[in-house]
């Protein structure tokens, strides 16, 4: 059964239709992309997913959920977590609290629990902390623990994105355009992380212009232009459609 | 693996998240506190420190609003006549019912607490600017209410012979020193619940609202939820310090709690450091020692010159009156000369021990 499946989904704002009947699946374990042109409503299908919008019409099923409509907290606490294109990262809060906040909905401490410092707060307090550090320590900025957020080299701030959201366990990441700023060697790095993502059990939803990476690592591929699915399959298979060239390219005179 | 814990959890009251440096300077400061009005008998001294005490308790319940949650609340001396106007209604000849001070101190906390719910839930939406003239207009609403239901608030002469707290069948009377020693307990434990929220998920989840809202929904936060419980905790710490004000003053009237309380307490967590509580205690112990206690000193020895030098004009000098004055052209050299307060986050020097560590 798929993880993630959207059927018929629809979004509008006034006459404007920025996703239009919609319909795709993503199954567990995959790494799967959403590509298409500047404008394409890709972004705004990460938001349908995560409760930023509400679906026009049409269901958003997660993990045997119908999670169309859902508060945003709710979608994270269901398991999905996300990466921002604009990285958002609570710049003044050192590093190992923002991956602290990922673990928030996971964390089960009553606001007297956290007043009072009880034995259940410090215990679960240190198993976070640990849990933290670790995935630091996977993603390699584990030295920048106590820094804060916003003295990260891009770069590292990205990674740390990714920290805060996997913290969680999350059965579902998405990621918005992971590669946007980083050279070539960062770009490996990142394809390498986002496969060793999926060894951890992560299925993956991207948004991503690099064509390199996103053919280098997806399983399956969604082409979306203006709202509207024009193509989906095999990264080989998309690369060759017509109408992908087309819609990336233009009209060929 | 190298765990740079965020505090060391073997310490109690969270002071793993300080050095050994600064809990050495906080417990000096402390214990020097604590013998104050052994080595100073003056009572007027030992009254000024002791008024210091609401002031900070009003800065420190402001800091959870405006310095961890980040939503700049104007009106929050509202809390703070809500909770001297609950005790002193409740323990007063006004109707004539003698509520205990120590059960009245949880009861006050708790109605303010709700009252910054009944503010916090209709603006939830709002921030910046548009939060900033809702509380305003909170803050305005609170004392004209108070002046019109004046079969019940007394209304321009407020509320007169306030019960004086009891302990042990010892009421506190109006020696100073008691009302001291009961700020001094009461912020002690303020603190340490402060400290450990700041340190706790609840309290991260304050922060991470205030650096982004719209990420903060994403990891799970429920906002909703979390602004609320920065309202209530926030006003209940002002709901304490009503009652503590009310009973140390016996009397209360409405403008003792305008406009200028709630910007005198926003100087304080500015002038402190924004969202750390040392800072804010030490802005918040500058700016009450300037109000109860440098000024109005300072005045008098102008006066004793003006004597000495047979000057009118400066026998007549009454700084308190100038206090905005001052505490304005203070305000605007902080944020000139140091906008991040005079004891900004201890994040800054954590970093510094964490290169130190990697090296």
Known sequence: MALLSLDAVTKSFGGLTAVKNLTFEVQPGAIVSLIGPNGAGKSTVFNLVTGIYRPTSGSIVFDGRSIGGFKTNAVAEAGIMRTFQNIRLFAYMTVLENVLVGRHVRMHAKPWDDALHSPYERREERATTQQAMELLEWIGIARFAREWARNLPYGMQRRLEIARALVSEPKLLLLDEPAAGTNPAEKADLMKLVQSIRERGVTVLLIEHDMKLVMGISDYVHVLDYGEEIAHGKPDEVRHDPRVIEAYLGKGA | ?359
């Open chain 2, 1 to 359: 693996m190298r765990l740079f814990a965020q505090r060391s959890p073997a310490l109690p009251f969270g002071l793993g998240a300080y050095t050994i440096g600064q809990i050495l300077f906080g417990a000096l400061i402390v214990v020097a506190l604590a013998v104050f009005p052994l080595i100073d008998a003056n009572a007027s001294h030992v009254s000024a420190v002791a008024d210091a005490g609401y002031v900070l308790l009003l800065a420190f319940g402001l800091n959870v609003v405006v310095g961890y949650t980040g939503l700049l609340v104007l009106g929050y001396a509202a809390f703070f006549a809500i909770g001297a106007y609950t005790y002193a209604m409740l323990a007063s000849p006004q109707f004539g019912l003698h509520a205990n001070f120590w059960l009245m101190i949880v009861i006050s906390a708790l109605v303010a607490a709700a009252f910054g719910v009944i503010l916090g839930a209709p603006t939830l939406r709002l921030r910046g600017d548009y939060l900033a003239i809702v509380t305003l207009g909170f803050g305005e609403i609170v004392p004209q209410l108070l002046l019109i239901f004046d079969k019940y608030t007394g209304g321009p002469n407020g509320i007169a012979a306030v019960d004086q707290p009891k302990l042990f069948g010892h009421s506190f009377g109006f020696n100073p020193t008691p009302y001291y020693y009961l700020y001094f307990a009461v912020i002690c434990v303020c603190m340490i619940l402060l400290n450990n929220l700041r340190h706790s998920r609840l309290g991260r989840a304050w922060m991470a609202i205030r650096e982004d809202e719209l990420a903060a929904q994403h990891m799970g936060i429920n906002t909703t939820l979390t602004k609320l419980l920065a309202f209530s905790i926030g006003s209940a710490f002002a709901g304490i310090a009503g009652v503590i004000y009310a009973a140390k003053l016996t009397l209360i009237s409405p403008d003792e709690f305008l406009f200028p309380v709630s910007v005198m307490i926003l100087l304080a967590i500015v002038l402190g450091g924004l969202g750390n509580l040392p800072g804010v205690l030490v802005g918040g112990g500058i700016i009450a020692l300037l109000n109860f206690l440098v000024l109005p000193q300072a005045s008098n020895w102008i006066h004793a010159l003006g004597d000495i030098v047979h000057s009118g004009a400066l026998q007549s000098v009454d700084l308190t009156r100038y206090r905005f004055l001052i505490f304005g052209a203070i305000l605007v050299l902080v944020m000139l000369f140091r906008p991040e307060g005079l004891v900004p986050s201890a994040t800054v020097r954590a970093e510094l021990h964490a290169e130190k560590e990697a090296a």
